[in-house]
């Protein structure tokens, strides 16, 4: 399926994480294999350890609000992390995940700037990334020059080349990582308001889409 | 497009006085002191001359075509001028009177009425609240500051945009101290009509103009600004100061990319997505403007300097290669042939390895062969080069030596210390447009912008 399909099919329905994630797998952006369900069934094609997630689109930050658990290493810790969230969110859809351990992790979003229209942004360390400010923006459409540069003004352009103490990343994956995002975000372009990708996975040339969100501008729902 | 606002024939002034505590009367004496050659025409709706030139009671009155009309009045009665401005066509009117939307809404209420009058029309507005223009190649100068209170530069290669008046005139009045010239001054003010987009283009093809210097407050139409420095960077530099750092962007932070995305931040990132340097003050602004209109970019990260003072050295080799107070490139390490011939120039107390040390006993021949040697190592990519007054075999003659080496593949920027022989030298080197600086930080930090310039060039091959 091409970019512009893909897009104009998401165009009109809710934007839940797992469809934002089918949209990326089938632009070949790595995300985790995993199900969505509301029931927990007697068998799973999943690896353990692996993650549980509320998929709900009216929540923002769920990891604040206890609606992530990491690191179910087998079925019996699967069912009580299952039952105790579902209680929580009776009435939302859940996400199973394989776990992605290891490697740098970066946050990657696309913004719509008053002034600038859609800009894109990178940042070391995920859920840090707010403390440390550790980010750099640019405007959509990005080139692979920009894409290299936003790398070495951010501390993921240290772990390139001979990595940094063990870690690794991959220049070339991540600027053709952000040049995919960069096509989606100009494809998306008349409905994305905002989208979040945090944590983004870096294993060297393996990039791991973890989470992602994305808001519509209001207009639309209009 | 704008041919005859940067050369006008006739200028009228409209509310042109003989009275001195009036802005007609600042502007005309300007105009007149300044030597436009153009005619003037003063405009008041009292019969007379104004400074000894024959005044008219209205636009209309005057019976020829102006290019330019200066409107002087207060903001009241602007209205009522620009509508004769159109009805006369008049290409080119500039609103110099404060008081429309900077005051709130009704200001700019009026703003927006007078904006209405030129629809469709010939007329262009530059304005309002703005201190106007000043071209040195035409000598036309509208700003109402008293010429006994700020000079105004030579004419040179440096085309500068500011959103701020009194910004422009100081930086103007600053750098005239040291004999640094523009090609143009430009107050875009409230810019209700032309905005800094438009001038860009305009000095993008203007052949005078080896770089633009843009100061802004504001950016109204932001996406049209960075595709016109995006392209203009390609072949003629821009470097851009932009206020309001540390304000909050307006927008219903919601994700983690809404909670991090400040207004500067893309502002940044724009910058160097454009290939436009960032200055932080109008010192930075008008550095990075002359070093990236006089030398030639370079990419590579290794730099050579050469001192008559140890310390100036020393110094400058910190900055040169610390990332936390300095600028993070690398001091280079000469060739063992360069080194042999450097020793052959300098004293035995003096240093052969980087930074070069000629000492105080080093003359004009020896800097010169110094330098020569410099340009031809390969594991040199830029020079810094000192200028010190306080030694007494450093004179002016280094000036044309530095300028017959900076012709050579490698760019030389240079620094000088000192007030007295120093500021003749800085105003010497800005004659021959090598870039000069009055301080270690000022010459390191411009050799950082060409460098960054080289690399922007080079990873887009363009270098």
Known sequence: MNLGNLVASIRKEEVTESVLKDTFRQLGILVPRGVTLKELPPIMDLEFPVVLKVSDEKILHKTEIGGVVTGIRNKDELKSAFYSMKAKFPASEFLVEEMIEGGLEMITGIIRDKDFGLSIMIGTGGIYTELFGDVTFRLLPIDSADASEMIDEVSVGRFTGNGFRGVKADRKAIVEFLLKISEFGIAAGDFLEQLDLNPVKINYQQIYVLDAKLIKTKLLET | ?463
């Open chain 2, 1 to 463: 497009m704008f041919e005859k606002f940067f050369n006008p024939e006739a200028v009228a002034v409209v509310g042109a006085s003989n009275n001195p505590v009036k802005i007609g009367y600042a502007i005309m004496r300007n105009l007149i002191s300044s030597g436009y050659a153009g005619k003037i025409y003063p405009v008041n709706r009292n019969p007379g001359d104004i400074l000894g030139i024959h005044s008219y009671q209205s636009l209309t009155d005057i019976n020829r075509s102006v290019d330019l009309a200066v409107i002087t009045v207060p903001a009241a009665s602007v209205f009522d001028e620009v509508k004769e401005c159109v009805s006369l066509k008049v290409p080119y009117v500039i609103i110099i009177p404060g008081g429309f939307s900077e005051t709130g809404e009704s200001g700019r209420e009026v703003e927006k009425s007078i904006k209405n009058l030129i629809k469709g029309s010939h007329t262009r507005l530059i304005g309002p609240n703005t201190v106007g223009v000043y071209f040195p190649h035409t000598k036309l100068n509208t700003a109402l500051t008293p010429p006994e209170r700020v000079s105004f530069p030579v004419a040179g290669d440096i085309a500068f945009i500011s959103q701020s008046g009194a910004l422009g005139l100081l930086t103007m009045d600053s750098i005239s101290e040291y004999g640094i010239g523009i090609s143009a001054f430009v107050n875009i003010g409230n810019k209700i009509d032309v905005d800094e987009n438009e001038f860009l283009e305009y000095f993008n093809q203007d052949a005078r103009t080896k770089a633009i210097a843009i100061y802004l407050e504001s950016m109204d139409n932001g996406r049209r600004f960075y595709e016109l420095l995006r392209a203009i960077n390609r072949v003629k530099p821009t470097v851009v100061l932009k206020s309001g750092r540390t304000e909050a962007s307006a927008k219903a932070a919601s994700l983690h990319t809404g909670a991090l995305a400040s207004n500067d931040r893309i502002v940044d990132g724009m910058l160097r997505q454009a290939g436009a340097a960032r200055a932080y003050d109008e010192v930075e602004l008008l550095d990075y403007s002359r070093v990236l209109a006089y030398s030639k970019p370079f990419a590579g990260e290794r730099i050579a300097v050469v001192t008559t003072a140890g310390g100036v050295g020393v110094i400058t080799s910190d900055y040169v290669s610390s990332r936390s107070h300095g600028i993070g490139l690398h001091m280079a390490t000469l060739s063992e042939d360069t080194k042999a011939e450097i020793r052959k120039q300098i004293v035995s107390f003096g240093s052969a390895e980087n930074p070069v040390d000629l000492t105080a006993d080093g003359d004009i021949p020896s800097y010169e062969k110094v330098l020569g040697v410099l340009q031809k190592d390969r594991g040199v990519d830029a020079i810094i080069a000192y200028a010190l007054p306080q030694t007494p075999k450093m004179n002016m003659e280094v000036v044309e030596v530095i300028s017959r080496l900076s012709a050579a593949d490698k760019p030389i920027l240079v620094g000088v210390i000192g007030s007295k022989l120093g500021k003749e030298l800085l105003v010497e080197f800005e004659r021959a447009r090598i870039p000069a600086f009055p301080s270690i930080e000022r010459v390191v930090k411009s050799l950082k912008v060409l460098h960054e310039r080289g690399i922007y060039l080079k990873s887009r091959g363009l270098l």
